[in-house]
């Protein structure tokens, strides 16, 4: 019998569908289940952003004039404002990592055969988004940097024949990196961005719920279960305080960094070159003919999307060795280009 501020609501709503679901959810137990917290971890960073990216949109101001100014001023002047503002970058890094270590495992553990075809390509279409996440917010504190990395970026699109320069304009808001480009990259990062996210991570995980935790078929004669309430989400929690101290230790020790404002009249930095996580592209792009790269890794992000098709043998329940293999060229593949980025540029 309900006490309390639950009667309340359990005098008015049923909730024994709710009760009967939480306590009949069970997660497999076997040898690859550690894999199972990525997506929690990512679904709990992703909350950190959320929350510190509010706290710093009171204070920023995007326009060329206040934009540096107001960060400046977050950074030195607001109350906390440099551990609010060293979160977000952070935790934006976290989560490109942690989104990456939930998108391969789950390839590897081949989660992504039927039934769970559909939550592969939300993944794979999260995955663009949180990159975008990054790319848009790198010019909000219109720092040289950001200036001329944003400038890359955009003028990217130019690479594609007819329609590469409509591209371009649009992204920018005009013929060069500006005003228009700041408000455009703002309104990108905090409305557009934001509410695409939460649609398809409120899909992407209520289908998780309704498929359950897929087991990788070499797991198939799993013995062990565990009680999602409260035993995993209990793990889940100590995974989340665990993944929340690492971010704060690395936050205080090496608060996010702010480069002077631009002067876009002043050429370029020598050896400007992107964050990690853009590095596999920007080393393509400069190792290969532009637009046979460009068309190489638009094709490879599609054939990425539709792994879950193109891999029938794993929606049988069988081995699938070729993809296992071909996940591990592009792993090997994303990892030479990065190192490759690395030792042939000069590093700020
Ligand atoms: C913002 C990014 C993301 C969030 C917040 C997120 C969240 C989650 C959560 C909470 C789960 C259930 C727990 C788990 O199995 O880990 C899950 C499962 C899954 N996710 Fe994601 N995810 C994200 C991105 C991705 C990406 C990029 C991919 C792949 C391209 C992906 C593919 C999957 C698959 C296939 C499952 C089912 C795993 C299973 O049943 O074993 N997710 N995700």
Do not use: C
């Amino acid at each position: 019998m309900a006490r309390g501020y639950t009667a309340f609501f359990e005098s008015r709503l049923d909730f024994t569908p709710i009760r009967r679901w939480m306590a009949n959810k069970k997660v497999p137990q076997h040898k690859h289940s550690f894999w199972y917290y990525f997506g929690g971890l990512a679904l709990f960073i992703m909350t950190i952003q959320i929350v510190t990216g509010i706290l710093l949109a009171f204070y920023y101001s995007p326009s060329p004039a206040g934009a540096n100014r107001s960060v400046r001023y977050i950074m030195t002047k607001v109350h906390y404002g440099w551990l609010i503002r060293s979160l977000h970058f952070w935790g934006a890094n976290f989560l490109i990592a942690v989104v990456l270590v939930h998108m391969f495992s789950t390839y590897f553990m081949k989660a992504y055969r039927k039934p769970r075809e559909l939550m592969w390509v939300i993944g794979v279409i999260l995955f663009g988004l949180v990159l975008a996440f990054a790319f848009t917010g790198y010019l909000l504190p219109w720092t040289t940097l950001s200036y001329f990395a944003t400038k890359v970026g955009v003028n990217m699109p130019l690479i594609i024949p007819g329609i590469g320069g409509s591209i371009s304009r649009i992204m920018q808001g005009g013929e060069d990196v500006g005003a228009s480009t700041l408000t455009r990259m703002f309104t990108l990062h905090t409305v557009v961005l934001p509410m695409l996210a939460l649609v398809l991570v409120s899909l992407h995980v209520f289908l998780s719920q309704v498929f359950g935790s897929s087991v990788p078929v070499s797991q198939s004669n799993y013995k062990d279960e565990t009680k999602f309430f409260p035993t995993f989400v209990m793990r889940d929690a100590a995974v989340w305080a665990g993944g929340f101290a690492v971010l704060i230790a690395i936050v205080t020790v090496f608060p996010a960094d702010l480069g002077p404002k631009v002067n876009p009249v002043l050429p370029a930095p020598a050896g400007i070159k992107p964050e990690w996580y853009f590095l596999f592209v920007f080393q393509t792009l400069r190792t290969f003919p532009e637009m046979a790269a460009m068309g190489a890794l638009t094709l490879g992000g599609v054939i990425w999307m539709l792994v879950p098709f193109l891999d029938r043998k794993s929606s049988r329940g069988e081995k699938s060795t070729f993809f296992t293999l071909f996940g591990v060229a592009v792993i090997v593949y994303t990892v030479a280009m990065t190192v490759m980025a690395y030792i042939t540029t000069e590093v700020h």
